[in-house]
């Protein structure tokens, strides 16, 4: 089993900055890819910004020189660095991971209970 732990969210003004972060723990797994999405009342979630499979990373248009994502391997931590922050990135933030069971090889999906960020203006 693993588990996918959001953290660092909260409210804050325009312009301002925030810097989520994601932790993936449990036994025997590696982590094939990872990422932010969000999820704003009354609309579909969507990515902001991921690792690919490649290590690529991907982002939102709307995010694109606003949001860094970045990532710590050694502690499977994942992180998204919110800079510029505007009212129309109030949302629900949520980590998503792919993994690969290392026992029985299988790929598995999970997500973060979400964590939320409030942009006043």
């Known amino acids: 089993q693993v588990q996918v732990v959001e953290s660092g969210g909260g409210l804050v003004q325009a312009g301002g900055s925030l810097r989520l972060s994601c932790v993936v723990s449990g036994r025997l797994f590696s982590i094939n890819t990872i990422g932010w999405y969000r999820q704003a009342p009354g609309k579909q979630r969507e990515l902001v910004a991921d690792f690919g499979r490649a290590g690529d990373t991907n982002y939102a248009d709307s995010v694109k020189g606003r949001f860094t994502i970045s990532r710590d391997n050694a502690k499977n931590t994942v992180y998204l660095q919110m800079n510029s922050l505007k009212p129309e990135d109030t949302a629900v933030y949520y980590c998503?991971?792919?993994?690969?069971?290392?026992?029985?090889?299988?790929?598995?999906?999970?997500w973060g209970q979400g964590t939320q960020v409030t942009v006043s203006s």
């Open positions: 998503k991971v792919e993994v690969t069971d290392l026992v029985v090889r299988g790929r598995y999906e999970y």
